[in-house]
């Protein structure tokens, strides 16, 4: 692995540092570091992170406790290396981040459903810190970022991550036909397939219209809202569309194997081991970010979703 010379502001730091086979107990605390940190490793040759202040300051503490314990340890400005580009690089910290936002999705759900109301408080708080630790090393701002953030606050809301209200255990498609459904702004992969399975199976003539929570006008039918009463949202371990699916009873093959696809995608928690849904949830997450309006992106995914279906044997 070459290093490029450095050209500029370089957009790279990394650490290379060496101990004394003796200071194994000091080995793993500098490791422990750097995953507080946020750095991911670039081989034998060190540790990398985004060449700003802050990283800056911690690797060269770090680099000063090093030689403190006899150590080796050089800090390096990184223009670029020549097997590894810069969407690679920025990759390997997004799949980073990415497993630390899905263990604390795991923890959502195996650690404050399961437990009695008063020590949810608790564990909602330890949870909370530790997301806030997560963000302050997400360097390049992970979509399931937003995914933690709403299961945080459908868990402070709610009393647990994921509910739905239990009169719309059994629910006739009659009731619910040529009407106005509304959803949070910024749809992603379950709300956007959502709004397919409405349209496709069970109101063919649906509205979709998006609000801030509270804000849904009085007779449109909320779906995948944080505050779930009236409307149809995540329940139990189920996504939204799962949650629709069995409220409705939507037997068809394709739609139970597309209510696996979403969950994983959505939830991150790899119950099915089904991959799809996150190419998806890529291209939402970039037109979010190309500022295209809610109804647009909608509208293109509802396009997605129907390509899926029917690829699916």
């Given amino acids: 692995m070459r290093l490029a010379a450095k050209q500029s502001v370089a957009p790279w730091l990394l650490l290379s540092f060496s101990l004394p086979t003796s200071r194994a107990?000091?080995?793993?605390?500098?490791?422990?570091?750097?995953?507080?940190?946020?750095?991911?490793?670039?081989?034998?040759?060190?540790?990398l992170l985004p060449n700003d202040p802050i990283n800056r300051e911690r690797f060269e503490w770090l680099a000063t406790v090093i030689r403190n314990y006899r150590g080796e340890a050089s800090?390096?400005?990184?223009?670029?290396?020549?097997?590894?580009?810069?969407?690679?690089?920025?990759?390997?910290?997004?799949?980073a981040r990415a497993r630390d936002y899905q263990a604390l999705i795991r923890d959502l759900r195996n650690k404050v459903i399961s437990v009695p109301p008063q020590k949810r408080s608790t564990r909602l708080s330890r949870i909370r810190q530790r997301f806030q630790e997560i963000v302050a090393i997400d360097f390049f701002q992970s979509p399931l970022r937003g995914r933690v953030e709403e299961l945080l606050e459908r868990a402070a809301s709610t009393g647990s991550p994921a509910t739905i209200t239990a009169e719309f255990e059994k629910v006739s498609r009659r009731d619910f036909q040529g009407k106005l459904w509304v959803t949070r702004l910024r749809p992603g992969v379950d709300r956007v397939s959502s709004a397919w399975l409405i349209r496709r199976f069970i109101d063919p003539k649906a509205r979709f219209a998006f609000a801030d929570e509270g804000g849904v006008p009085p007779g449109a039918v909320p779906f995948d809202m944080f505050q779930g009463r009236g409307g149809f949202a995540h329940r139990g371990e189920d996504c939204t569309f799962?949650?629709?699916?069995?409220?409705f009873r939507i037997g068809n093959r394709k739609?139970?194997?597309?209510?696996?696809?979403?969950?994983?995608?959505?939830?991150?928690?790899?119950?099915?081991?089904?991959?799809?849904g996150f190419g998806i949830d890529e291209v939402l997450n970039g037109w979010d970010?190309?500022?295209?309006?809610?109804?647009?992106?909608?509208?293109?995914?509802?396009?997605?979703v129907e390509g899926l279906y029917y690829s699916l044997p």
């Fill in 75 to 95: 800090v390096v400005e990184v223009q670029s290396i020549d097997n590894l580009s810069t969407g690679q690089l920025v990759r390997r910290f997004a799949e």
């Fill in 242 to 247: 799962e949650t629709l699916q069995k409220c």
């Fill in 25 to 47: 107990s000091q080995r793993v605390e500098v490791w422990r570091k750097l995953q507080r940190f946020g750095a991911v490793t670039l081989g034998n040759s060190g540790y």
């Fill in 255 to 276: 739609v139970s194997v597309l209510a696996q696809i979403v969950h994983d995608a959505d939830l991150c928690d790899e119950k099915f081991g089904r991959r799809e």
């Fill in 289 to 304: 970010r190309q500022g295209l309006a809610d109804r647009e992106i909608l509208e293109r995914g509802l396009q997605m």
